[in-house]
């Protein structure tokens, strides 16, 4: 089956570095997706990996290893309107996300 | 508008109740999704639309029943549904349906309660 793991909640302080990580199982690859949900609002795009690398974003970055089935997405300097949940999607062969259940963020003062 | 809409915004509805949930999207995009969301679960897929043609349909049960009029609207009609089926309802869109990289763009969802 596929499968999209993640951790269901972080906690990190203002003004600090967070790493979220996403490790998958899905039948092909076409490219990794990560969003923002903030509580009761629609998610919102982060970022996208097809290749190998680390793709950067102002505070926000986003790695992927397709060799280890693995990515994470870095926040920096992180400011209390982060708080919120990152959910990480995978496009499999047949072009369909796969997604996890989404890793809850909560930013302390 | 800008971006995707969906209405209503929160739905309360007996299991013997008929309703139809509302999507529109101001994008010029070719590709409409109806998404569950359950507290704590990964988003479900439940259908997808590709130039108005249904090219998914992930075992969804009859009671519920998508329509897609043109490209740039969608409905989700509901027919005695279960208290399980409580739970945010969001529709999305995309550029294309079947390319890489085509993100897919939100609605703020519908909140449905079923009672």
């Known amino acids: 089956g596929q499968n999209i793991d993640q951790p269901t909640e972080m906690t990190a302080t203002e003004g600090a570095i967070v790493q979220i990580n996403c490790t998958y199982q899905?039948?092909?690859?076409?490219?990794l997706f990560w969003y923002q949900q903030h509580a009761g609002e629609a998610p919102t795009f982060l970022s996208y990996?097809?290749l190998d690398g680390l793709e950067e974003k102002g505070r926000f970055s986003s790695f992927l290893s397709r060799s280890k089935g693995y990515s994470y997405l870095l926040l920096k300097e992180l400011q209390m309107k982060d708080s919120a949940s990152y959910l990480c999607?995978?496009?499999?062969?047949?072009?369909?996300?796969?997604w996890g259940a989404g890793t809850k963020l909560i930013i302390k003062p | 508008e800008t971006g995707v809409t969906q209405t209503p915004r929160h739905l309360v509805m007996g299991m013997t109740n008929k309703k139809s949930l509302k999507c529109e999207q101001h994008?010029?995009?070719?590709?409409m999704y109806w998404y569950k969301q359950s507290a704590k679960k990964p988003l479900e897929l439940m259908f997808v639309?590709?130039?108005?043609?249904?090219?998914e349909n992930n075992s969804v049960p009859s009671r519920f029943s998508p329509e897609c009029p043109n490209s740039s609207h969608l409905f989700l009609h509901l027919h005695t549904l279960q208290p399980e089926d409580s739970a945010l309802y969001l529709c999305?869109?995309?550029?294309?349906?079947?390319?890489?990289?085509?993100?897919?763009?939100f609605g703020p969802g519908t909140r449905l309660t079923v009672t």
């Open positions: 999305a869109s995309s550029q294309d349906w079947g390319t890489s990289g085509s993100e897919q763009y």
């Open positions: 994008l010029g995009h070719n590709a």
């Open positions: 639309y590709n130039f108005k043609e249904q090219t």
């Open positions: 899905t039948s092909g690859f076409n490219g």
């Open positions: 990996n097809v």
């Open positions: 999607a995978v496009m499999d062969s047949n072009y369909q996300l796969i």
